[in-house]
């Protein structure tokens, strides 16, 4: 019989495939695949660690015997007589042969699996025992672990790779996953994703929507309802997950799927057809990228340049050690030259919040644990109190300018001293370069308007910025006092309330009358919901992940800025503003140009 799991949809479409579970184990464990060629070593490296724990145990029990009560011994015996029981050991070994999981994916799999029988035992003793095998496998990651460290190369924690075996498709299902271990989906065999936490415009759902893949988060009981290999659909356009589909609904969600597909090859022959309005206003689509490497699928899509370039990515499962100058230098070069002329706006490292840095970097940074990240030492508060880092940043930059067009977006500035720092910065990073000879180009420097502060004082901050772009996604979050990370609250997060509209629209309208070039480059502006409304507002410039850019083109293309005149003033009076109010205004406007 099938089961619902609701949740938050955060990324379109449908799909359908076999759950793959990362279990939340208390010890940080890897996730990745492993070749068929490594299948041997993996089993291997399990039996070792086996070995290592029960020489371990049984030290622990030559040391206490006679010493310590008889309960201990027992304890001891127990745990060693679990760490030998060949069932466990086969069927631990099992994830590795048929699955091709590493070694430690495939001891949480198997303690996943034992926990779900332990828990279902009517017996209290025996239920009770499922401490025992935590405690057992939790020894066993422990040694594998530790192993890796005595004779191998650091392990990337908790990596979710590739895998080609040509099976069924395959989703996950995990608690959370990092914005970092996210990007590991790039040619992945993970059709989609379900988490048990986050919300609509945390950046592991952002960065779902960039991959284009179907995603349902805040799905709380997601990993206690799913089992491994069940077979699952992601709803991601309703927020549903169904866990073990009837025939029936499986073929209806297969059916959704190719009408899915038909529709986005319908709006890629859109790509190459220039962004301009049924009465003759051209409209720049730029795009967010992660990485170098997506500047292939920005130009593919028809972008007209990169409007935010996230270098926090570069940062991050670093394994406590920060990219130098030239390895900065060398991704922000090959983004420019892959973008061919056309511009590309980078924004300095915007680390804190949902997009914390590895522990060991942090460690080593010295920074300490903030109750609440969102409102901590992050973006540009980071960058000003850590100059090396932020130096070498700019040098980069500045050396990856002489190769083509940038403009330098500096994130969560709050008032006007922040952008004289950076702008001070700038020029000791331009005369050090200079003085080394260094060939180096100019970038014109902006600010994220994703703070109130910011869009408040906004005319004090254009005298010192060449340009503006709005993130949605903080603003929404500092104005409505929302954490957008938090599922508990997700369904408080508007971007439809009056004041998050009336301060995009104050923001756009203000930079215009300074002559100040302004876009939206947070999720509102992938948002096809919104397109009329931020053209009403007076917006020209959007910029979002390459597949949302169809469908804006599209709402462009269809769009006549005569009649969206009234527009802005009809949804900054509303009380409740929606895109049910837009439709409406539309329709009206529609029937009377008629």
């Not at 660690?49 to 304890?75: H, M, N, T, W, Y």
């Amino acid at each position: 019989m099938s089961v619902q799991v609701f949740g938050l949809p955060v990324s379109r479409g449908v799909a359908i495939g076999r759950a793959v579970l990362v279990a939340s184990s208390r010890v940080d464990v890897a996730h990745y695949f492993v070749d068929a060629a490594q299948v041997g070593e993996e089993i291997r490296r399990l039996r070792r660690a086996r070995d290592r724990v029960s020489q371990e145990l049984e030290a622990l029990k030559d040391e206490v015997l006679g010493d310590a009560p008889a309960e201990i011994v027992a304890l001891l015996d127990v745990h060693l007589m679990l760490l030998h029981d060949e069932v466990l050991a086969a069927a631990t070994r099992q994830w590795i042969e048929e699955r091709h999981y590493n070694a430690e994916w495939a001891v949480a799999a198997q303690l996943d699996a034992l926990s779900r029988q332990f828990d279902e035992m009517e017996d209290d003793y025996l239920r009770e025992r499922k401490a025992d095998v935590e405690q057992v496998a939790e020894r066993l990651l422990q040694a594998l672990a530790q192993a890796d460290r005595d004779c191998c190369p650091p392990v990337m924690r908790h990596t979710i790779a590739s895998h080609g075996d040509g099976g069924d498709p395959l989703v996950l299902v995990a608690n959370d996953i990092s914005p970092a271990d996210m990007m590991q989906f790039k040619g992945s065999v993970f059709r989609g994703f379900v988490t048990e936490v986050g919300g609509r415009t945390s950046h592991t759902a952002i960065v779902a929507r960039s991959l284009d893949i179907p995603a349902v988060v805040g799905a709380r009981e997601a990993s206690r309802l799913v089992q491994q290999d069940d077979w699952v659909i992601i709803d991601g356009d309703a927020g549903i997950v169904i866990v073990d589909p009837s025939p029936m609904i499986l073929e209806e969600y297969r059916f959704r799927q190719r009408q899915g597909q038909l529709e986005r090859d319908r709006l890629t022959r859109l790509r190459h057809r220039p962004a301009i309005t049924l009465d003759g206003q051209r409209i720049e689509l730029l795009a967010n990228i992660e990485l170098p490497d997506d500047t292939a699928a920005a130009l593919e899509a028809g972008a007209e340049g990169v409007g935010l370039f996230r270098s926090e990515f570069l940062f991050m499962n670093r394994q406590g050690v920060l990219p130098d100058e030239e390895e900065q230098f060398q991704a922000y070069r090959r983004a420019v030259q892959s973008m061919r002329g056309l511009p590309v706006t980078i924004r300095t490292v915007d680390i804190g919040a949902d997009k914390p840095l590895d522990r060991m970097t942090l460690h080593e940074l010295r920074r300490e644990h903030t109750l609440n990240p969102a409102l901590g030492l992050r973006a540009i508060r980071w960058s000003l109190a850590d100059p090396g880092m932020f130096d070498s940043q700019l040098r980069a930059i500045l050396r990856a300018a002489a190769f083509g067009p940038i403009r330098l977006l500096v994130p969560m500035i709050t008032h006007p001293g922040e952008i004289r720092a950076t702008r001070e910065a700038l020029a000791r990073v331009q005369s050090g370069l200079s003085a080394e000879g260094v060939v180096h180009g100019p970038v014109q420097l902006g600010a994220m308007i994703e703070v109130p502060a910011a869009a408040l004082t906004l005319p004090m901050l254009l005298q010192h910025l060449d340009f503006v772009s709005i993130g949605t996604n903080d603003l929404i979050q500092y104005t409505l006092a929302i954490d957008r990370a938090d599922e508990a609250v997700a369904h408080l997060y508007d971007p439809w309330h009056p004041a998050v509209l009336h301060l995009i629209a104050d923001t756009i309208s203000l930079a215009r009358k300074a002559g100040k070039d302004v876009s939206i480059c947070g999720e509102m502006a992938g948002d096809p919901a919104f397109t009329e409304v931020l053209l009403a507002f007076g917006l020209r410039t959007f910029s979002m992940h390459p597949t949302q850019l169809p469908a804006v083109k599209q709402k462009v293309l269809r769009a006549d800025l005569a009649c969206l005149d009234g527009l802005a003033e009809a949804v900054l009076s509303a009380e409740a503003p929606s895109y049910r109010l837009v439709e409406t205004f539309l329709r009206r406007s529609v029937v009377q140009a008629a």
